[in-house]
């Protein structure tokens, strides 16, 4: 693999930030075969030159910030997500207790859900919470919100850490709606935060129930982390023509595949 200079690097992380906006600390350090550390002094040295900003495990544009690269994952195959979340909310009935995690499907599902009565939800996602608070103004949104606290991941604007793992001892959900940075045949769940892997691990423990909702993106992409496998798995929802390799090992597993 080549190796790169000092200069080639700087260079490289630049051009992927005019390319996509956002950079991650482990996929670069992937990308250029070199450590995490050498990556984060590198962002370190160029935040500080004034020619990015960092962030939680990574780095963004200088002129944009942590609500716009939401925003912009949110939209991004929006009409794929909708559909998955609306065949997902299904599943939600009156007087349910329900998690959602942080991903910009899972909190679509709040679109579909808010006629239910006496709902109770956990989450751990600052986008989510500020939906359901918008929702209750607008319908009367009848439920109890619980925020499940922690420290916030100023990238995914998600809540997380020991705190919350202890949290969320104390409660049992009927349904975890859920979602992954990557799902791939060789590791399956991956994220690109520890803590959101950890979070998952923890409440996928305290769920009757632990559906996915992952759009075509997703599959067949591998993130640092491993976060679960499919054995924690009960129904998935998609949009991703899954050929029959795919299907074979879902259904072997007992995963109810579903797709909109």
Same mark, same amino acid.
């Given at each position: !693999?080549?190796?790169?200079?000092? +200069?080639?690097?700087?260079?490289? =992380?630049?051009?992927?930030?005019?390319?996509?906006?956002?950079?991650?600390?482990?996929?670069?350090? %992937?990308?250029?075969?070199?450590?995490?550390?050498?990556?984060?002094?590198?962002?370190?040295?160029?935040?500080?030159?004034?020619?990015?900003?960092?962030?939680?495990?990574?780095?963004?544009?200088?002129?944009?910030? =942590?609500?716009?690269?939401?925003?912009?994952?949110?939209?991004?195959?929006?009409?794929?997500?909708?559909?998955?979340?609306?065949?997902? $909310?299904?599943?939600?009935?009156?007087?349910?207790?329900?998690?959602?995690?942080?991903? #910009?499907?899972?909190?679509? *599902?709040?679109?579909?859900?808010?006629?239910?009565? &006496?709902?109770? *939800?956990?989450?751990?996602?600052?986008?989510?919470?500020?939906?359901?608070?918008?929702?209750?103004?607008?319908?009367?949104?009848?439920?109890?919100?619980?925020?499940?606290?922690?420290?916030?991941?100023?990238? $995914?604007?998600?809540?997380?850490?020991? !705190? #919350?793992?202890? +949290?969320?001892?104390?409660?049992?959900? &009927?349904?975890?709606?859920?979602?992954?940075?990557?799902?791939?045949?060789?590791?399956?769940? #991956?994220?690109?935060? *520890?803590?959101?892997?950890?979070?998952?691990?923890?409440?996928? %423990?305290?769920?009757?129930?632990?559906?996915?909702?992952?759009?075509?993106? %997703?599959?067949?992409?591998? %993130?640092?982390?491993?976060?679960?496998? +499919?054995?924690? =798995?009960?129904?998935?929802?998609?949009?991703?023509?899954?050929?029959?390799?795919?299907?074979?090992?879902?259904?072997?597993?007992? =995963?109810?595949?579903?797709?909109?």
């Amino acid at each position: !693999m080549k190796s790169y200079t000092q +200069f080639e690097r700087r260079k490289y =992380i630049l051009d992927e930030l005019e390319k996509y906006n956002r950079v991650m600390v482990n996929d670069l350090a %992937k990308l250029l075969n070199v450590t995490t550390e050498t990556i984060r002094r590198d962002l370190d040295m160029l935040h500080k030159e004034g020619k990015l900003t960092k962030v939680h495990g990574g780095a963004i544009k200088k002129d944009h910030t =942590i609500e716009f690269y939401f925003n912009k994952r949110r939209n991004e195959n929006i009409e794929e997500k909708r559909k998955i979340a609306m065949e997902a $909310s299904k599943l939600v009935e009156d007087n349910d207790i329900i998690a959602i995690e942080i991903g #910009t499907t899972t909190m679509q *599902i709040l679109d579909y859900i808010h006629d239910k009565k &006496n709902l109770t *939800i956990l989450t751990n996602s600052i986008p989510a919470v500020n939906k359901i608070i918008e929702l209750k103004e607008q319908y009367s949104f009848d439920c109890k919100l619980i925020v499940f606290g922690g420290m916030l991941n100023s990238n $995914s604007l998600a809540l997380s850490g020991d !705190m #919350t793992l202890k +949290f969320l001892e104390q409660f049992t959900v &009927n349904k975890l709606f859920a979602s992954c940075d990557g799902i791939s045949l060789e590791k399956e769940l #991956t994220c690109s935060y *520890i803590e959101d892997a950890q979070t998952f691990q923890q409440l996928k %423990k305290n769920a009757k129930q632990v559906v996915m909702l992952v759009d075509e993106s %997703k599959f067949n992409l591998t %993130k640092f982390y491993k976060s679960g496998s +499919f054995d924690d =798995i009960d129904a998935l929802y998609t949009n991703a023509k899954l050929d029959e390799k795919w299907q074979n090992i879902l259904t072997s597993k007992g =995963i109810e595949v579903i797709t909109v």
